[in-house]
């Protein structure tokens, strides 16, 4: 007689809570960071630029988009966006933008670097480079 088979569920997406920006991040699978903050994001995020009214930001290389979202909620009047070449950084990003940011406008995309951003359309780069990876 056949055994039941056993039903696995996906232990995706993670979620991990910061204190400063008090904020819940969900992360899909292979999302850098998946499971909390690495220590080059916790030492950027005190740093990031206050005070950049309507200036148009990206964060290259999103993964969950954790910076792009403490920026803006420090800067209510910036335009952001966010771009990563994982489509699972990008949704992460996106729920996260939603789930802190509601409806702002915000751009999130799946990409090579800037590619896709024309000339002298940014006034701000945020960038935590994934140092960890490949040759990089």
Known sequence: TPQPMEVRTSPYPTRYR???PAIELLNHANVFCRDGLDIGTRAFLPHLPKNLGTA???????????LAIASAL????????????SFMAVQSAAENWQATLGDRDVRIQAGDGLEMQEPDSLD???????FHQQQV
């Not at 420090?74 to 070449?85: C, K, M, S």
């Open 74 to 85: 420090d800067n209510p009047q910036a335009h952001y966006t966010l771009v990563d070449e």
């Open 124 to 130: 701000v780069v945020l960038c935590n480079p994934p």
């Open 18 to 20: 910061l204190d400063e």
């Open 56 to 66: 148009r930001v990206a964060d290259l290389g999103c993964g969950n988009g954790v």
